[in-house]
């Protein structure tokens, strides 16, 4: 089977998703090409990979790259593409083809920002439900697909990276950091940019700051609001660490992690956190209940005082601590693998045979 997988200018964790899959989809013994953006081609290295210019915004390019895809496609069985995006010039590519490939869409993030952004984002999510198969990675985009009408849609499985084993222990970690090993330690892992819901961060510290004066807050990676989120948690005990490659070790020496994310889809932090045992407190945002399930304390989005409520009753209340722990591993065992992307994956291209313009089959 001939798989094109296509994706624009995309966050890091979307294109380490599609890194991911596109090689073990190779191992499955397909044959995989990757287009997008020339500046994505290092992470595609051994992997055929075509340079297509796909913007976040539309580009004037943007005619010749479907022209581009239109050739692309026209060799491929299926096509799967990442993101509002990449998904609606896919489905644009395709149309009228005389052999037609199988167009699958996955759908990695919530539309937001302005008026205009969000009137082009509704206009290709029109567009991207008429794929053949769309994907949402949270049930809310899943609805949002199947109320305009898509086909045939699902959740799609994001899982997180397996982490290397032998994580050195938390007092070493905590060391490590200039953290003493008795002071209250929370730990966010997040891009640093508008979704995460930095502003419910920064008000929640101040008052964890308050009432927990000792506690230290570490905040590990990078992004556009990292000098903003410096700027508003001076003197609160946040420590903005910028990217780590210790995210694991990180998690496991927190007394609690926290997500303030405004939406997610399958955040890949906390899976990352419940594999490492730890006690989480998050927003209910988007994807993130579908993923903790019962093993963390869940509070509305944007309500910095619940969420520091929610850490400060976790830093003094060990045994909620203990059985929050217990459940992130049990919730853990059943978070999906990449093998599981694969069978997922084999079932939604099953019916890749090309088809003809009208639907049925040379």
Not at 85 to 91: D, K, T
Not at 205 to 222: I, S, T
Request: hydrophobic share 50%.
């Amino acid at each position: 089977m001939n798989v094109l997988q296509v994706l624009g200018s995309s966050a890091g964790g979307v294109v380490r998703h599609v890194a991911e899959v596109s090689g073990d989809l190779v191992d499955a013994g397909m044959r995989v090409v990757v287009a997008g953006p020339d500046d994505l081609a290092p992470r595609f290295l051994g992997r055929a990979f075509v340079t297509l210019p796909i913007t976040d915004r539309p580009h004037p390019r943007d005619a010749s790259t479907v022209l581009s895809l239109r050739r692309l496609a026209a060799r491929s069985d299926v096509v799967h593409a990442h993101g509002l995006r990449a998904g609606g010039l896919a489905v644009l590519a395709t149309r009228g083809l005389r052999r037609r490939p199988r167009v699958v869409v996955t759908l990695h993030n919530l539309p937001v920002g302005g008026r205009a952004v969000r009137f082009v984002s509704g206009v290709l999510e029109r567009v991207v439900a008429r794929a053949d198969v769309v994907l949402g990675v949270s049930m809310d985009l899943v609805d949002r697909a199947r109320a305009l009408g898509a086909a045939e849609v699902a959740r799609a499985l994001v899982p997180a990276p397996v982490a290397s084993p032998g994580a050195p222990p938390p007092v070493s970690v905590r060391a490590s950091l200039g953290v003493r090993a008795d002071a209250p330690l929370i730990v966010t892992v997040a891009r640093l940019a508008p979704q995460k819901g930095l502003d419910t961060l920064a008000a929640a510290a101040r008052r964890v700051r308050r009432d927990a004066p000792g506690a230290v807050w570490l905040v590990a990676g990078g992004g556009p609001l990292r000098g903003d989120l410096e700027r508003s948690t001076v003197g609160t005990g946040v420590h903005v660490l910028g990217p780590r490659d210790d995210v694991p070790a990180l998690l496991g020496a927190a007394d609690v992690v926290v997500s303030t994310a405004a939406w997610e889809g399958q955040p890949i932090a906390l899976q990352e956190a419940l594999r490492a045992g730890a006690a989480v407190v998050a927003t209910d945002a988007g994807g993130t209940r579908e993923v903790t399930g019962d093993a963390a304390v869940l509070v509305p989005v944007g309500d910095a005082e619940a969420l520091a409520e929610a850490v400060l009753r976790l830093l003094t209340d060990h045994a909620q601590r203990r059985d929050l722990r217990r459940r992130a591993h049990d919730r853990a065992a059943a978070l999906p693998t990449r093998a599981d992307v694969v069978v997922q994956l084999r079932a939604t291209y099953a019916g890749a045979r090309r088809t003809r313009p009208d639907g049925t089959n040379p």
